[in-house]
């Protein structure tokens, strides 16, 4: 395949995955990150098309504006990785004012008698961002984006070290040294490979999205749709891997089985909304006292589990005391009127050899021992002293439903 037609090639490319990412944004607008890289195809798209038109237009359209178009681009770019690896928007705007001043000097450059240091100029700034993405994304940590950031991580590594060669080549004018600077090998073969990392970077834009949209149906799917608990089916598929893993490192994991005391009551007196209301600033005031990594379901109606990782029986039933404490002094306001509850709960530790259904059997036990001795209590196999530490929440009322 010759330059011509791998230039192309690309152009055909770029076009069909900025239609691919725009689709996928519009589909899921709640994957910021999608928006930004269709934005950065795009404006790289009509940046190709100016690079193909050197020879029979101005080296102001297919030099200097192209080169604009591929600062913009590639900052569009960073701006979308970057959402998939930190998960908030970018507020730097005086950055993104730096980069504007910067274009305004590349601008200056390439119309100066130095304009040789053009290319250089303009391909700084893709560079430091280039260096930076490299590193945020090989340091990844979220289990679902690992393959793809350390594959994109080396796809602008190479695309990085291209660029920097070709920096080189165009201080020494091999890109100015002949009519077309396509003649020389050196600087065409430079290209053809930016062109295939840009193609394999594409490529990653799309996983990217892809593993974001399949995992938010997922997530949504092992969600209680009412509080934001989990749901029985995804607790016991995560709960089994932290156990299994718990287990492989000799480190201890608890489990929480709770119930809100008298719940029938709280439905009869203020209606299923009120209850409803009640459920969900149980499961929000949880999710307040407990740590990102300890997981809550609901197990059905008013019951609950916590599985708390890393943490043995005695500090698990300090924590659920906490909670118990702290639900007992809530107030949750709904249709003018307080609501009030308590909740009894079992603690167990896992023993070699539990499964989950073992540990959740014997926290049910506990709990309904804690049920028959007057409820609005903590139990758990051994007796534990628990410090005095009131608590008070007020809870207004909220909507009854929730989206995942």
Not at 111 to 123: E, K, L, Q
Not at 130 to 142: E, H, I, N, P, V
Request: hydrophobic share 50%; with cysteine; proline share 4%.
């Amino acid at each position: 395949m010759d330059y011509k037609t791998s230039f192309i090639f690309f152009i055909v490319s770029l076009g069909l995955f900025s239609v691919a990412l725009t689709s996928l944004a519009v589909v899921d607008k709640t994957v910021s990150g999608a928006r930004w890289l269709a934005a950065s195809t795009l404006i790289d798209f009509f940046r190709t098309l100016l690079q193909a038109l050197m020879g029979s237009a101005p080296p102001t359209v297919t030099l200097f504006l192209a080169n604009e178009l591929s600062i913009a681009s590639f900052a569009l770019m960073f701006v979308g990785l970057r959402w998939f690896i930190v998960r908030t928007p970018f507020r730097r705007w005086d950055l993104a004012g730096l980069l504007v001043g910067y274009m305004a000097l590349y601008a200056v450059f390439f119309h100066r008698p130095v304009s040789h240091w053009s290319f250089v100029v303009a391909a700084l700034p893709i560079l430091a961002m280039g260096a930076s993405l490299t590193w945020m994304l090989l340091r990844q940590r979220d289990s679902r984006f690992v393959i793809p950031s350390r594959m994109t991580g080396a796809f602008l590594g190479v695309y990085t070290v291209v660029m920097t060669y070709r920096c080189r080549l165009s201080l020494h004018q091999l890109s100015r040294s002949v009519d077309s600077p396509w003649a020389n090998p050196a600087w065409m073969y430079s290209m053809l490979a930016l062109m295939l990392m840009s193609y394999c970077l594409l490529l990653m834009y799309v996983l990217f999205t892809v593993v974001e949209m399949h995992s938010s149906v997922a997530y949504a799917a092992g969600i209680d749709p009412l509080t934001g608990a989990l749901n029985r089916r995804s607790w016991t598929k995560h709960a089994s891997q932290i156990l299994a893993r718990c287990e492989r490192r000799e480190q201890p994991v608890a489990l929480v089985a709770i119930d809100l005391d008298n719940f029938k009551r709280v439905n009869d007196t203020y209606g299923h909304g009120g209850g409803d209301v009640t459920l969900c600033a149980f499961v929000d005031l949880v999710k307040e006292q407990l740590r990102p990594e300890d997981m809550v379901v609901r197990l059905g109606g008013e019951e609950f589990a916590l599985l708390l990782p890393d943490m043995d029986m005695v500090d698990a039933a300090r924590a659920a005391e906490s909670l118990r404490r702290s639900l007992e002094q809530m107030r949750v306001h709904y249709d003018g009127r307080m609501i009030q509850t308590t909740a009894s709960a079992g603690v167990t530790e896992m023993q070699p050899g539990d499964s989950l259904e073992d540990m959740l059997k014997r926290a049910d036990d506990l709990l309904y021992r804690a049920k028959s001795e007057g409820r609005n209590l903590v139990l758990t196999e051994e007796s534990i002293a628990f410090p005095a530490r009131p608590v008070l929440v007020e809870r207004f009322e909220m909507q009854t439903e929730r989206t995942a």
